[in-house]
């Protein structure tokens, strides 16, 4: 029997056809807009995560209080140890110090006298013997001149300040700042090579020096203001983030020290818990949309479909059918059109969030001068959501559809179905 | 006795209050009868044919088909009975345009659970009587409408059901395949012993019916059964002859209906 009616479903191109591409237009424009949004949005949190924040950071609870001064005299010390620790205990995640911190460039003329100064605002990270932090923060595509630095005593800085002041590659600079301790710490540089970003907040005057010569400079021994904690190979995961930092805080919930290390997790940092909320329920809204949206064309497909047919539904109960039987076969056929439009919806999605995804959108252009750290393309991200998401509303709006249209079978009385088409 | 009508009222709802379609009506029916409710447009017959047939329920009174009280059948007892027992013609032929003419026929036999090979025994016998073996694989928009009827009734008649409920299964057919059709459905009465019952007011039925059952403004008006049940228009068609031998369909399904069709 359900056989039987398949075959008319599948002949009446009315009936299969139109509510199948309509399901899989709405299932196609469900799974890319999934994929993208959680691809930027997931994007954005990376690159925040990459550039200033980690997945979680590890700090002293006062430097955490004051993070956006940059305290380095309430830095955390020893930080071999923490850091050997932190990886014992989450061996998970890889782990990075960095230090943040402000100062002031001096640019000497030949006699030593002052030619050009500048603010720059720093970051300590490990540029010598390893290029992961390079790779991390996706710093090659915005190296325009010179090179990484190879050996100590070299740093990169903002193209923008660099001509500003006058520097060309392999210019002695002086760092003025103030050390650990209070004091005022100097420290001479050598510019390899200049980045631009094209974040005005970066290029304004960004320096990058490698974490040692940072800490030598502001007398900064086996201490770092910042370990920043990242999921090996995977994107943020807040549930996994609040996990982490909660076992890691537990330990010392009950220590006297002042400076005792405290981890944080990205969300509850620079604002990001907004971004990381709609990340999270960026699915669910897009899912409820289209369930909604589709559900009413359907429906009114259905009913129209259903007017068409009352001429089947009265000969199918004059056969011997109950209304009951009548209405469940064609929930059944929403069913199938709901799986058949949103199995052809996923894949047509998937084949166009593809190339989304792999080659993306380059937005850099229309980005000029943001003020935000937002990846210059654009790209969506398949993720295991993305091959069943479209499933839900394709297959519950065709259902919801259909159930709401098959009231009008136990409205009209039996007879009535045959008056119908007798008119 | 097949069917029995016992003071039988319905009412419709129409705004604050209520249509009488049919005023207390009596009737018996017995196995084999070929009789039509014949009456004005308007006086009743299609809602006692819908409530003989359990497709709506008596507001008073009560009809017996089969031993069944229809009043007292729920929703899925009163489809048992239609699925078993009961065949039903309409005026419009009710065909499903996506199905073949096989299909169309084969799809009540799907509910009763046969096996394929009975099935197609079945509506290959079936359209044999009726006379349309050779369009078996056509869809109902390829067929004329005398046609169409043709295989409404083998769709009716592929169960071999007990009673047979036909509202104007003539109103839309010429006078030459009216007559076809009433020939078909009259010899499969008389060969099969399946009970006819009409709502009509086409004089062509009229002049095949054993039992004429006059209808007006919901109340039996008169009851005649002629003696000799009137046959000229009948003897007239050219189509006419094998037909009154009276050996059993069921041996022969081969030949001699399609023959005589
Ligand atoms: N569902 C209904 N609601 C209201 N009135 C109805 C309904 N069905 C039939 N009627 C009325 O009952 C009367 C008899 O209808 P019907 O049995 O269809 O007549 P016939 O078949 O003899 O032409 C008509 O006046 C018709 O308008
Ligand atoms: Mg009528």
Redesign the pocket.
Known sequence: MIQFLFKGLMRDKSRSLIPIIVVALGVIITVFLQSLLSGVIGDSIESTANFTTGHVKVMTRPYSENSSQLPNDLALVGVDTLKESLQKQFPEMTWAERIQFGGLLDAPDSNGHTRSQGNVSGMGIRLLNSTEEITRMNLVPTLVSGKFPSKPGEMLMSDELCRKMKLKLGDKVTLISSGMYGDMAMYNFTVSGTLHFGIAMLDRGLMIADIEDVRSALNMENASGEILGFFTNARYDNKLAKEAAKSFNAQYVSSQDKFAPVMVPLSDMNDMGFLVAYSENVQGIIVSIFIIAMAIVLWNAGLLGGLRRYGEFGLRLAIGESKHEVYLTIVAESLLIGIIGSVIGVIVGLLISWPMQTVGWDISSMMKDSNFLMPSVMRAHISRTTYYIGFVPGILSTVIGAMLAGIGIYKR?T??LF?ELEG | MIVEVKNLVKK???GDGF?T?LKGVNLVFTEGEFTGLV????????????IIGTLDVPSEGDVIVLSKSVGNLNPKEAAQLRKEELGFIFQNYNLLPVYTVFENVEFPLLLLKMSAGERKKRVLETLEWVGLTDKVKSRPSQLSGGECQRVAIARAMVKRPRLVLA?EPTANLDAANSHHILQTMEKLNRELKTTFIF?THDEKVIGYLHRIIR?AD?QVVADDSPLNPPKGDFKSEPSEGTFTNNTSLNSSPSGRLGGAL
């Open positions: 009385q007879a009535n008056k | 419709f709802p129409i249509f379609a009456g004005p447009s308007g006086s009743g017959k299609t809602t006692l044919l819908n509202d709502a209808l919901g």
